[in-house]
């Protein structure tokens, strides 16, 4: 009779406490579904039809706390955007690239401070060691193949070879600047990290990223997407504004390069990636701390960019993340480390600003722990938008209409005076307009032209500078 009392008082209190903690667990619900609804509305303009949108994630720790899709992955057959669509990552994949430069160091095939002409002989000898650790800081001086693919009329949604890229290098003559003197994102290295996978290996940078990261880790839909040929489960089409309410497609379905960018995934795969920050189930022991390893300049500066990710702040809290643009894809992958705490926004459409909704997605499940309020962004000014662009007489233009060559880029350009304007003609690329700066300088879009003059004063070529390939020699033809 004593047992059975103690007994039935036991499953009293086991029911109390499933009341207490059933009673504890009904707010939490609330809360997240009052935080998923204020999710909802950051991203209200793409939850219609007919539009692209945005994979969104939210990850606690190792737990993928909030998923779902807004719009469309595919505008022609209307399939929805959920979590496990896959996105092209842009830039985010340079993470992932540099983790394979981590893991193979750890494996005894390559040091980080090794001369990158030991694995790739085909670049030139500049005078000056670059390093693998360089190519992964964006120090090593080396123009950016994307940049001078574009400048050679090298269309990305043509088919192009990792050895037609390769020999676009190797023909550099000059480096943006002294390895190690500068920071300047240069996507070359990411590229050569490729190469290099390859030949140390013997594997692809696909296969090999597929062996030590993805599958360990249970990313079953990610890899580096080396054959434009492969037909690609759940893929995500990318798409741009026509201007009149509608889209256009925005997707080069040819580019297969690898390492700076080429990887295909998905919010739950990141998610995955995101959790392996806190566990490292990967093989080596020092691979999250030399991940968040930030480089440093010959002058002693310390970067903000460490191995394919930029360490930063937020409202008072330290961050680690990065973004990534290219053909309308718009992808950010932001960590809040002291928190365990990620969010991740893959956009398909190129208006789309992932960063800044990752920020506000932080700032509602963040609410209580930052240390700062939110600060808006001032206005973003150009101090010479007003300013007309300087003109010239027709007979100062005519001193520089000619045929220009450049041996580096193995193409050439075309001046021509069209009224009183100064036209710059070139491969694969629309007409563009060349602006006065000054003496025997002009702007054409982001690239500036400075002229050169031998002798009786006549023009004999120009140095091209473009954001990330500085130096170019054109010489008249």
Request: contains cysteine; proline residues 4%.
């Amino acid at each position: 009779m004593r047992s059975d009392s103690v007994v039935a008082r036991g499953g009293l209190v086991v029911v109390a406490l499933c009341v207490v903690f059933g009673a504890a667990a009904l707010p939490a619900r609330a809360q997240d579904a009052a935080l998923a609804e204020r999710v909802d509305e950051l991203f209200a303009e793409y939850d219609r039809p007919g539009s692209p949108g945005c994979a969104v994630g939210v990850v606690r720790g190792g737990s993928l706390v909030f998923s779902k899709g807004y719009g469309l992955a595919n505008l022609d057959h209307e399939i929805p955007l959920t979590p496990s669509s896959v996105f092209y990552l842009a830039s985010v994949s340079k993470q992932f690239t540099a983790a394979v430069v981590a893991l193979l160091a750890a494996d005894g095939l390559i040091g980080l401070d090794d001369d990158v002409r030991e694995y790739v002989p085909e670049l030139p000898d500049y005078g000056r060691v670059i390093t693998i650790r360089q190519l992964i800081h964006h120090t090593s001086g080396l123009r950016d193949y994307l940049t001078l693919m574009s400048m050679a009329g090298m269309r990305r949604e043509d088919v192009h070879t990792d050895e037609e890229v390769l020999e676009l290098l190797a023909r550099q003559r000059r480096l943006n600047f002294l390895p190690g003197d500068e920071h300047l994102y240069s996507n070359s290295g990411y590229f050569l990290v490729s190469v290099i996978t390859r030949r140390v290996t013997g594997k692809s940078l696909r296969e090999y990223a597929d062996e030590k990261i993805f599958r360990p880790l249970g990313m079953r839909n990610t890899h580096f997407h080396d054959d434009r040929t492969m037909v690609v489960k759940g893929r995500v089409t990318s798409y741009a504004p026509t201007g009149s309410g509608g889209y256009r497609l925005d997707y080069w379905a040819n580019f297969d390069k690898v390492g700076s960018g080429g990887l295909l995934s998905s919010v739950e795969d990141l998610a995955r990636w995101a959790a392996n920050f806190y566990e490292n189930r990967l093989s080596a022991p020092d691979l999250l701390e030399l991940m968040h390893e930030r480089g440093v300049l010959s002058n002693g500066d310390t970067l903000d960019y460490a191995f394919g990710l930029r360490i930063g702040t937020y409202r008072g809290l330290r961050t680690v993340g990065h973004g990534g643009s290219s053909m309308g894809f718009r992808t950010h992958f932001l960590r809040f480390p002291d928190q365990r705490f990620t969010v991740i926004v893959l956009c398909n459409v190129g208006t789309a600003s992932p960063a800044a909704l990752a920020e506000r997605i932080a700032d509602l499940y963040l609410e209580d722990e930052f240390t700062t309020a939110t600060v808006a962004s001032a206005p973003r000014t150009d101090a010479g938008a007003d300013r007309p662009p300087a003109s010239l007489p027709v007979a100062r233009l005519e001193a520089y209409a000619g045929d220009y060559r450049s041996e580096e880029l193995d193409v050439s350009y075309t001046l021509v005076v069209e009224g009183d304007r100064l036209v710059l003609r070139r491969p694969a690329a629309a007409a563009t307009r060349l602006v006065p700066l000054g003496d025997d300088a002009f702007r054409a879009g982001a690239w500036t032209l400075a002229f050169v003059r031998g002798p009786g004063d006549r023009v004999t070529g120009f140095t091209l500078d473009a954001p990330r390939a500085r130096g170019l020699e054109f010489v008249r033809r």
